[in-house]
């Protein structure tokens, strides 16, 4: 079975600190999705990494899938009140399915 | 643009009463999915589709029936409610499960199970 560990399980920061959340897995995947879901939404993607090393940047949020594409990490430089929300990673499997970590959820306070 | 539309948002069950979740999506994806969201527990995968007609079973398949007799809708039975069956749950598509896309989402239905 295919398992996707994520910590911190939960974080709760002030505005403009930086921040940083794993994704870590033994297992190989095929490529990995960071989703993002606010109270009472369904998640919503961020972004896909599809290579070992790839490094993808969304203005503030900074993703990398390891070199092995068995971890992932998403780091936030200078949080704001928007980016708080749960950060789900998923990883998709050798049977194509996609597996998602417990998720991190993110307290940025004003 | 509807997207994945989910019905109803919130239902409370006594334990042993049967109801349908009901999910439709307008985008012509071929893969659709439902999962359940517990605390500390992520998503996991109940029933998965292919494509009409087509269906497997994901993590956490007990309890729970499906049926794809349309590209569009994907309704998920639970026969006989548990209070272990109290979650919200959450439908998705996406256009292929083989390509790396994006899965879309629905509102979600929160379950309780009394």
């Known amino acids: 079975t295919q398992l996707l560990e994520q910590s911190p399980q939960f974080l709760s920061i002030q505005e403009g600190e930086n921040l940083t959340v794993y994704c870590n897995s033994s297992s190989v995947f095929s490529s990995l999705q960071w989703y993002r879901q606010e109270p009472g939404e369904g998640p919503v993607l961020l972004v896909t990494?599809?290579?070992?090393?790839e490094v993808k940047k969304l203005k503030r949020l900074t993703f990398q899938f390891g070199d092995a594409r068995k971890d992932s990490s998403l780091h936030i430089t200078a949080a704001q009140p928007g980016d708080t929300g749960l950060y789900l990673c998923?990883?998709?499997?050798?049977?194509?399915?996609?597996?998602f970590g417990q998720g991190t959820t993110l307290q940025v306070k004003p | 643009n509807a997207g994945v539309t989910q019905t109803p948002k919130f239902q409370v069950l006594k334990t042993g009463q049967s109801m349908t979740l009901q999910c439709a999506q307008d985008m012509n994806h071929e893969y659709m999915s439902w999962y359940r969201q517990d605390p500390g527990m992520g998503l996991r995968l109940i029933h998965y589709?292919?494509?009409?007609?087509?269906?497997d079973q994901g993590e956490v398949p007990n309890g729970y029936n499906v049926s794809r007799s349309t590209t569009e809708d994907f309704p998920l039975r639970l026969l006989s409610a548990a209070p272990s069956q109290t979650s919200v749950y959450f439908c998705?598509?996406?256009?292929?499960?083989?390509?790396?896309?994006?899965?879309?989402f629905g509102e979600g239905s929160r379950l309780t199970v009394l």
């Open positions: 998923a990883g998709r499997g050798n049977t194509g399915k996609l597996i």
């Open positions: 998705a598509s996406s256009y292929s499960v083989w390509r790396r896309v994006e899965l879309f």
């Open positions: 589709s292919v494509g009409a007609g087509i269906t």
């Open positions: 990494v599809v290579t070992g090393g």
